[in-house]
């Protein structure tokens, strides 16, 4: 709280006056950085009105991966992997206005996708992770561990599409050949 004060430029008393506790002020961040993330696709997917569920996953892949590469975006889910545990009231603060937003998202995306014969049936709980998996990875390999190699957002995005839209198989006139 110190340091947070000190670069706010304000007293700890004077942080203790907009934030009652640390776990508040540690929700103000979650708000304003995933919690806003979560809720701009959220907004994505309900925009999109499941038009074109291949365009709008590869929207939504293309806008997690760039907001996941901001640092100051990238703090909250840092935080959470720090201190979740010591603070399980943050962890199910975090689950309920991150988690839950986004997998509430991706699961109506997916429901689109399978209604207008885009996707095919999956178990919405794996067909989830799948999505959500190599965006966070990538994002901690980058952040966490300095990957030198880390893809550009762009470029990690269409990857990442590319594969859940096609899987790994090789395509039959391929395989023909």
């Known amino acids: 709280m110190d340091e947070i004060a000190k670069r706010a430029g304000l007293s700890k008393g004077a ?3 907009y934030f009652d506790s640390k776990e508040a002020l540690f929700e103000a961040l979650i708000e304003r950085s995933a919690g806003e993330i ?9 925009a999109a009105g499941g038009a074109d569920p ?3 996953l590869r929207q939504l892949l293309n806008f997690m991966c760039h907001a996941l590469t901001d640092p100051k975006l990238f703090a909250a889910p840092r935080l959470i992997l720090a201190e979740g545990l010591r603070y399980p009231r943050l962890a199910k603060f975090y689950r309920a206005h991150v988690i839950d937003v ?4 991706l699961k109506q995306l997916l429901a689109s996708g399978v209604e207008k014969g885009v996707f095919r049936r999956v178990e919405p709980r794996i067909g ?3 999505f959500i998996g190599p965006v966070m990875a990538s994002a901690f390999l980058l952040h966490i561990f300095e990957d030198p190699d880390a893809p550009p957002p762009g ?3 269409d990857g990442i599409a590319d594969i859940l839209l096609n ?3 090789v395509p039959q006139a391929e395989d023909a050949a």
């Open 167 to 169: 899987g790994l198989s």
């Open 15 to 17: 942080l203790y006056h």
């Open 155 to 157: 470029e990690l995005a």
């Open 102 to 105: 986004g997998m509430r998202a």
């Open 128 to 130: 989830i992770r799948v």
């Open 38 to 46: 979560a809720a701009q696709g959220e907004a994505m997917v309900a």
């Open 54 to 56: 291949a365009a709008t």
